[in-house]
């Protein structure tokens, strides 16, 4: 399978891949070492990051205190993805954007070559954001580079027989998840991004964000590993 893109790219990059139980310098160095040829090439990044562990620890911390509503938890992982944002900024601090996005008032046109995007509101995931920006900026995919490398049936680590999707549309997409979001949920694409993305019609590209070599065929237009979504 091949994915043709314009120059403006958008990445909903996964938390759970820069920080799983700490950040992960060395996946780090390799995607910086990824996305530079990117920019070089003429190409306009944004990347919208997750909250990750940093997310986890806060939000389980919070729940051994006090009762926690979902509420809460949203803001603490909107928090954790700005802390997220602010070290992915700083690692491209030389052509990024000093200013993370956080909210929709500061989605414009994209002035520098990397964007960094963090969580906005609760029961808004970074998926939605991802989204939002896509539908913003008229861009029309967004590359979901997140742990599971395909879009399945079920979960493939529960059920090895699990059925992978190179192709599909939201229609089918949707009922495969949950109908209600909640924070830290575990779906490539999570139902209030779908829905919004079904609207807009912009597709999704499901990939394995740590599998670098993939990423780039990807959006050199090679043969890719993962599922369309459209």
């Excluded at 002035?111 to 896509?134: C, E, L, N, Q, R």
Aim: aromatic residues 10%; proline residues 5%; contains cysteine.
């Amino acid at each position: 399978m091949r994915y043709k893109f314009g120059s403006e790219i958008i990445i909903g990059l996964g938390g759970s891949i820069v920080c799983p139980d700490g950040v992960n310098v060395e996946f780090l160095r390799r995607f910086q070492k990824f996305i530079k040829p990117l920019i070089r090439s003429g190409k306009k990044i944004v990347v919208v990051i997750g909250g990750g562990g940093v997310a986890r620890e806060y939000q389980k911390a919070a729940s051994a205190l006090t009762k926690v509503t979902n509420e809460d938890k949203d803001w603490l992982g909107i928090h954790a993805t700005r802390l997220n944002a602010h070290l992915i900024r700083t690692v491209f601090r030389d052509v990024a954007d000093p200013v993370v996005v956080d909210g929709a008032d500061k989605v414009k046109k994209l002035k520098y070559k990397i964007t960094v995007a963090s969580g906005w509101h609760p029961g808004w995931s970074t998926d939605y954001i991802a989204f939002a920006m896509a539908e913003k900026l008229k861009i029309k995919e967004v590359i979901v580079a997140g742990k599971p490398d395909f879009v399945y049936s079920s979960d493939p680590v529960k059920n090895p027989k699990a059925k992978k999707f190179e192709g599909m549309s939201w229609k089918e997409y949707r009922k495969l998840i949950p109908t209600k979001w909640n924070p830290g949920m575990h779906a490539p694409v999570d139902p209030v991004a779908t829905k919004l993305a079904m609207r807009a019609k912009i597709n999704a590209i499901v990939i394995d964000g740590r599998e670098l070599d993939n990423f780039e065929k990807l959006v050199k237009g090679r043969e890719f590993r993962g599922t369309v979504v459209s």
